[in-house]
């Protein structure tokens, strides 16, 4: 045998023995998938396999279609650079980008594998990557799965189409799909990116019955949709969310089909001038988009709706009978969620704001408003302003989401506050554990943030939220080793949560009087 040879190990995928890889001294490592064999690359620790496809480019006729498998290959495919980013505006200047550029070319998707899987039968994290459903993509720095993987797990990230790509509703396409459906084409993409996981990943070492998807933001959102969603049945096990539920949206939408179906047509006949879907698909693709990113629109026009197919009904209907996919559930947010809204306000809140605020939203519920969101001193006031502000944004959603799963569901939940943040900018507003923060933390890469002094309780926290996060998608449970002890969110432990600092621990909730005073004032 080449002595260069470190193993060849067979493992059983579907009907067929596949090799799993041929690792050698100096040698890429290859893995054959369904549709062919891809070479990655040896970082040391990790084997990277990038821009894998996993369904057809959703081009010309395709466009607005649920994906349909990728063409198959002959030889050796390349998998050592990322896939094009799916179309999108440029919505968030924080997102930084190592692709060749957008493109309506972009299904593809990442794998990261610990070096050492001989005979391994590795847990699979999948990541969905969050931007309001219409920015966002697999190629940025903060989320590479390097460093993760290195918790002995698989990290797989896949780019799902975005914005008017990804989210469009017309009656013609509800028509032609044969089940009255239409939209959510992103969320079918992340549906096909898992069956893809399910069928190809035992070849790279992974178990497909042992697989939690993952995500922050409009991710996070997604990861409670796909549970809720009949299509994602079987294909994961476990579910983390991170900053966002599909319940009370925050601006994403989850309208009902035919609502959207009259804006959408509206939207695109007024901007593109054409309305029916054979024009509306002969429209190039950068001239679709220009119509509608910034500043022609806010970017937020595309969203994901109530289809009938993907989701028979909303979201919060479907956890309410208990239909959705149960599994352990591990969410959570960021202590400061809110801080860009007050931070770039040009009016400061002052305790009359706030009472404005209270009066304008709740009306004849705006004295218990202000019970439970205090204006006694001004750093009380900025405070309770910043938190409503946040918990209006997205932790409301969030805190419903596991409430509803916990009232039909049978499976273990575990809760966080991220309340760390990053060292602050001197020059900059004070943004706290910002929207996001958490990023670089759960996938160990601070240092892919530039100019940033990163203090050693950065670094420790990071390393243990690794360890939770690995944990969880190993056992459903985050306990180890040496990590605080984090139990599960339950009435009897008085609804604990793991605040997540520089010294991490888990106390009791002393703010649920908050969300379930807003649950009330805003059920529907």
Request: charged share 20%.
């Amino acid at each position: 045998m080449n002595s260069k040879i470190v193993c060849r190990t067979l493992v059983v995928w579907g009907m067929l023995a596949l090799p799993l890889a041929l690792f050698g001294a100096s040698e890429a490592p290859q893995v054959k998938t369904a549709s062919g064999v891809v070479e990655g690359k040896d970082d040391g620790a990790v084997h990277a396999f990038l821009g894998i496809p996993y369904a057809a480019p959703p081009v010309g006729d395709l466009r607005w279609k649920p994906p349909v498998a990728a063409a198959k290959w002959d030889g050796v495919r390349k998998a050592t650079e990322f896939g094009a980013h799916c179309m999108q505006g440029k919505v968030f200047g924080d997102m930084k980008f190592r692709d060749s550029g957008g493109s309506e070319d972009c299904l593809t998707l990442n794998v990261w594998v610990p070096a050492k899987t001989a005979g391994a039968k590795l847990p699979v994290m999948v990541w969905i990557y969050g931007g309001g459903f219409v920015a966002g993509t697999t190629s940025e720095a903060r989320q590479d799965g390097t460093h993760l993987a290195q918790q002995g797990v698989i990290v797989v990230s896949m780019n799902y189409r975005l914005g008017i790509f990804g989210f469009f509703v017309h009656p013609e396409l509800a028509k032609e799909s044969g089940r009255n459906a239409a939209g959510n084409y992103g969320l079918l993409d992340q549906v096909a990116a898992l069956h893809w996981v399910h069928e190809n990943i035992a070849a790279f070492g992974g178990d497909p019955g042992n697989v939690t998807i993952f995500g922050e933001s409009a991710g996070s959102f997604s990861v409670s949709a796909q549970m809720a969603s009949p299509l994602a049945k079987g294909l994961f096990q476990k579910a983390i969310g991170e900053s966002g539920g599909a319940f009370h949206s925050g601006g994403l939408s989850f309208e009902p089909r035919s609502a959207r179906e009259e804006k959408d047509v509206k939207a695109v006949s007024t901007k593109l001038g054409v309305s029916t879907l054979a024009e509306l698909r002969a429209v190039p693709a950068q001239k679709m988009l220009d119509a509608f990113a910034p500043p022609q629109s806010q970017g937020f026009d595309f969203g994901p709706d109530v289809d009938g197919y993907f989701l028979p009904e909303p979201v919060p209907a479907i956890f309410a009978a208990g239909k959705q996919n149960d599994v352990p559930l591990l969410a959570g947010w960021n202590h400061d969620e809110g801080s860009f809204e007050i931070a770039f306000s040009p009016q400061k809140p002052t305790a009359e704001s706030l009472k404005a605020t209270a009066q304008k939203e709740f009306g004849d519920k705006a004295a218990e408003f202000l019970k439970l969101y205090p204006s006694g001193t001004p750093e009380q006031t900025l405070r309770s302003a910043q938190d409503f502000a946040g918990d209006r944004f997205i932790a409301f959603s969030t805190w419903d989401w596991m409430e509803s799963q916990g009232k039909t569901g049978k499976q273990p939940i575990y809760r966080y506050r991220f309340d760390l943040g990053p060292p602050a900018d001197p020059k900059g507003p004070q943004l706290g554990a910002f929207h996001s923060s958490e990023i670089e933390y759960v996938f160990g890469q601070l240092d892919s943030k530039a100019g940033v002094v990163w203090r050693a309780e950065d670094r420790a926290l990071s390393e243990e939220m690794q360890k939770y996060w690995a944990d969880f998608a190993r056992s459903g449970d985050p306990n180890g080793a040496e990590l605080p002890k984090w139990p599960v969110y339950s009435a009897g432990d008085g609804w604990p949560v793991m605040f997540l600092d520089a010294k991490s621990a888990a106390h009791k909730d002393e703010l649920r009087e908050r969300y379930v005073f807003l649950a009330g004032a805003w059920a529907k």
